[in-house]
């Protein structure tokens, strides 16, 4: 476990925060998670994820640019709330009524 002199709240705070992160990178499309992928848990270079994914240098820091402003916005939902994250900017929140 993480943390090994962290106590069992801290523990199970840990596991919700990953399950929350990969939940969010479900939600992203393919090319989206790719790229936060190979940036943040393979540690790849922009030129490495260039050569890697076939695309421009630029590409890339394109698509991790937009998945990462989707993936904050996919995380800062609350439990039970839905965001549309296969189009437009993800800002759009039109369903949002009241809160209990």
Known sequence: MPGGGDGPL???????RSASIDAALLRLTEDHRLVVVLRHFAELSYSEMSD????????????????????????????????????????????????A
């Open 10 to 16: 801290e523990n199970v705070a840990a596991l919700e």
């Open 52 to 99: 890697a994914l076939g695309v421009p240098e630029k590409t890339v820091k394109s698509r991790l640019f937009e998945a990462r402003h989707r993936l904050a916005g996919l995380l800062r939902l609350q439990p039970g709330e839905r965001n549309d994250q296969s189009g437009g900017t993800g800002t759009d929140r039109s369903s949002t009524g009241a809160r």
